[in-house]
Structure formats: C-alpha cells, structure tokens
Nanobody, 124 residues
Framework: QVQLVESGGGLVQAGGSLRLSCAASGRTVSSSTMGWFRQLLGKEREFVAGLSRSIGSTYYADSVKGRFTISRDNAKNAVYLQMKSLKPEDTAVYYC?????????????????WGQGTQVTVSS
C-alpha cells in the first residue's frame, strides 16, 4: 500500500518562505516520478513541479519557476518543495503525487498515488 503524507503547510506573509515535505511509504521516491500539484476550491488541480525517476530531472510551472525548488532525499524516502518569494496567488491546497512511469508529465490524471494535501495560505 503506497502512502504519501504531506506536511509543512501554513500561513505566511507575502515574500515569505515555506518548505513542504512529502513522506512516502510502500514505494521508494527514487523509483517514482514525483510531482507537486495545487488546487483552489472549485478549480482544477494544477501542476506545480515535478521530479523524474532515476536521473531526477525537474520541471516547473512558469508561475513558480525561479521561486520553487523540488528535491528528494532517498535516505528519508521523501520529496520536498521549497517555496520562496511567496505570493497571495500561491494560496492553495498542495498535493504530493507519484506515478509509476518514467516520463515526467504535467497531467494530474497520469499520477497513480496522491497525498491528502496541505494548505498553504499567503497573506498580502
């Protein structure tokens, strides 16, 4: 049974930083393509950042490029999303996701496993 558990969300002022964590069990993050997504109530889940399996190449949504960094710690079997220079429009529930395939893809439907989400609120 694969489980992904996010943590690290909270309330932060604009310009501040947060680091989200995603602890995995039942599957190693090194053998999975990992992604971070976010969702506002009533809106579709959108891709934020991804990390491919094996070589660990990364990809970011244009809206977060240069401000967010995705990384993984194989020893801790965890993936992180470091968020800097946060803006009010970054406010959302953030989800960690994993997929079995090699390809780093942006579509949420291509991911096989999901965490429960963690709320990030950025005040102006």
């Amino acid at each position: 049974q694969v489980q992904l558990v996010e943590s690290g969300g909270g309330l932060v002022q604009a310009g501040g930083s947060l680091r989200l964590s995603c602890a995995a069990s039942g599957r190693t993050v090194s053998s999975s393509t990992m992604g971070w997504f976010r969702q506002l109530l009533g809106k579709e889940r959108e891709f934020v950042a991804g990390l491919s399996r094996s070589i660990g190449s990364t990809y970011y949504a244009d809206s977060v490029k240069g401000r967010f960094t995705i990384s993984r710690d194989n020893a801790k079997n965890a993936v992180y999303l470091q968020m800097k220079s946060l803006k009010p429009e970054d406010t959302a529930v953030y989800y960690c996701a994993a997929r079995n395939g090699y390809t780093l893809v942006l579509a949420a439907k291509e991911y096989d496993y999901w965490g429960q989400g963690t709320q990030v609120t950025v005040s102006s």
